[in-house]
């Protein structure tokens, strides 16, 4: 993936802040996707995967950061490691089944229409939770952090985006729930995660339903999640630096480990026509304690559409486009006015305004497995800060598949 973004207006800058000069960046993601299926209802699946390049300005200065693929410390390097070890079983609740497409998630082709489902190991929740079939997959439609991912949704994740879970998930003919229990990292975006389940867990849950309209299909998922860790305040880390304790406004200071931080969200997809898709997020976290996985991101809505080109005769080739608008917590902009640091942000200062961003992606297939990508991406207020900005971000994506 190669970004660039050219020169932009930018009355102050900070430790963390996305740098006003022309930059250019190239990234790299490789995944190794393995599997075995031991019987109609068993398997396990193994992705070895490598990470490489760097983000624009280090990945720092927006919450909808433009690159969903680059790794948010480049110190970790590009070895290669393991993404997903999942043993994954389903247990038949009723003997009509379904055909089933095999995915890089799953190998099955055939599902009981009526099923309980086990999973355990390393994963990602994001394979899982707040998916969206128009809004989440980064290999061939959006980039932004904010339009694959519902930015609010603080999700279990060490930095590079990977958690050790346990996901139970129940499945009837038009509606389905799932649960999982996952681990927190140890400190915000860190790359460790802690294995004390009684001082730092996760728990996520998400209702899932599938209606027809008019002949036409749709799906609405309900999601909400609770974390526990180490995690910082806002509120305490700024009335620390008002009472002259910190020199600066500092949240990693003012952790302690049995604070809890939770959210809620609301993702829906839509059919419209044969070749045109609908979606939507909106998504609202507490904002008091400390964004520690994901994105500094308390508030989001999003909206925006796929289609299909099968009119002109290139039925794998689509556009897309979204608009999405993310915010903050009053404390948590507070925290970011008086010069704090959290793990993405700080410009020293802030004048706060909504970080409010469109993206638009034309994704074309040339032959088999080989997709080009140009795509753009336009960012008013990065960091939710008004001194800063618009930047505009054009780039574009090269996927294989073999």
């Not at 200065?61 to 999942?86: K, Q």
């Amino acid at each position: 993936m190669f970004q660039a973004n050219p020169a932009f207006h930018a009355l102050y800058s900070g430790t963390n802040s996305f740098l006003p000069f022309a930059d250019h960046a190239t990234s790299r993601v490789l995944t190794l996707y393995t599997g075995y299926q031991f019987s109609d209802n068993t398997e396990v699946l193994f992705d070895v995967e490598s990470a490489g390049g760097r983000g624009l300005s280090d990945a720092l200065g927006m919450a909808g950061f433009t690159n969903v693929d680059v790794v948010r410390n480049p110190t970790l390097g590009s070895a290669p490691y393991i993404a997903r070890l999942v043993l994954h079983h389903v247990f038949a609740l009723s003997t009509k089944e379904e055909d089933q497409a095999r995915t890089a998630t799953s190998l099955l082709t055939k599902l009981p229409v009526r099923r309980l489902e086990i999973r355990a190991g390393k994963m990602s929740l994001a394979d899982y939770f707040d998916v969206n079939a128009v809004g989440s997959d980064s290999h061939l439609q959006f980039l932004n952090w904010t339009a694959v991912n519902d930015g609010a949704y603080d999700y279990a994740a060490d930095t590079r985006g990977y958690t050790v879970a346990a996901m139970v998930e129940y499945q009837d003919r038009n509606w389905g729930v799932r649960f999982a229990e996952a681990l927190m990292p140890k400190v915000a975006n860190g790359p460790d995660l802690d294995l004390n389940v009684a001082r730092a867990r996760s728990e996520n849950i998400e209702l899932e339903f599938r209606p027809v309209l008019h002949k036409k299909h749709g799906v609405v998922r309900l999601l909400s999640y609770v974390n526990h860790a180490n995690m910082g305040s806002y509120q305490a880390a700024v009335d620390a630096f008002l009472d002259g304790i910190d020199p600066t406004p500092n949240i990693e200071a003012h952790r302690l480990q049995s604070r809890v931080k939770y959210g809620f969200g609301l993702n829906f997809e839509q059919e419209i026509t044969k070749n045109v898709r609908a979606f939507g997020r909106v998504g609202w976290n507490e904002g008091q304690n400390e964004s520690f996985a994901y994105t500094e991101d308390d508030q989001e809505t999003a909206a925006g559409a796929d289609w299909r080109l099968e009119r002109w005769k290139r039925p794998n080739d689509k556009l897309g486009l979204a608009l999405i608008t993310n915010g903050i917590s009053r404390w948590h902009q507070l925290y970011l006015a008086l010069g704090g640091n959290g793990f993405l942000l700080g410009d020293g200062r802030l004048t706060y305004g909504r970080e409010d961003i469109l993206e638009t992606y034309y994704t074309a297939h040339l032959w088999r497995g080989v997709y080009i990508s140009p795509e753009l991406q336009w960012v008013v207020h990065p960091g939710y800060n008004q001194d800063r900005g618009p930047v505009i971000v054009p780039g574009v994506r090269l996927h294989l598949e073999l």
